[in-house]
């Protein structure tokens, strides 16, 4: 059973920069984080395959960047020039299956616990 741990939330302003890490114990052939509101609406922000290069949601692309340390067992999300509407709790994911081609339709099979981003205006 996959087992995932975020870190590196926190709170910034606007136009700053985080730096999410994600642990994880067995690598899948699709991982992604998304972010949810306290309203439950969720929105995958980006994904990586290992047999491909990553996608992004128009609201981050050329802002955020995802990598993975395969030595290290860890999934990063590069988050630059942060605004307000980035404020939300980020996880980390994993797919037993391939990424989906639409990020809006990408389902996971596992997620960690989340980790708060706030960016203050």
């Known amino acids: 059973q996959i087992h995932l741990v975020e870190s590196g939330g926190g709170s910034v302003q606007a136009g700053g920069s985080l730096r999410l890490s994600c642990t994880y114990t067995?690598?899948?052939?699709?991982m992604g984080w998304f972010r949810q509101s306290p309203e439950g609406q969720r929105e995958v922000v980006a994904n990586?395959?290992?047999?491909?290069?990553?996608v992004y949601a128009d609201s981050v692309q050329g802002r955020f960047t995802i990598s993975k340390d395969r030595d290290k067992n860890i999934l990063y999300l590069q988050m630059n020039k942060l605004n307000a509407e980035d404020t939300s709790t980020y996880f980390c994911a994993a797919s037993w299956g391939r990424c989906s081609p639409t990020l809006s339709e990408q389902k996971y099979n596992a997620w960690g616990q989340g980790t708060q981003v706030t960016v203050s205006s």
């Open positions: 990586i395959r290992t047999d491909g290069p990553p």
């Open positions: 067995q690598e899948t052939f699709c």
